[in-house]
């Protein structure tokens, strides 16, 4: 049998005064079994610092082609 993904919850607020950038961001965040804490954690921080309306998370570790953000 295979493990699962461990989801996390988490209320991102981004206040970017640089880019005049204000919002709220509600992540849920899947962590794949062989992904570390310290990986899921660079992608959020990756998501805080870039953050945009448009921007999402990919399918990660799943998918080899496709970025994480």
Do not use: C, W
């Amino acid at each position: 049998m295979a493990l699962k993904s461990t989801i996390f919850k988490a209320d991102l607020q981004v206040s970017d005064m640089d880019r005049h950038y204000y919002q709220g961001h509600a992540l849920t965040i899947a962590q794949h079994p062989s992904e570390t804490d310290e990986r899921m954690m660079v992608r959020v921080l990756a998501f805080a610092l870039n953050a945009d309306e448009a921007l999402v998370f990919g399918k990660g570790l799943s998918s080899e082609d496709e970025p994480d953000l």
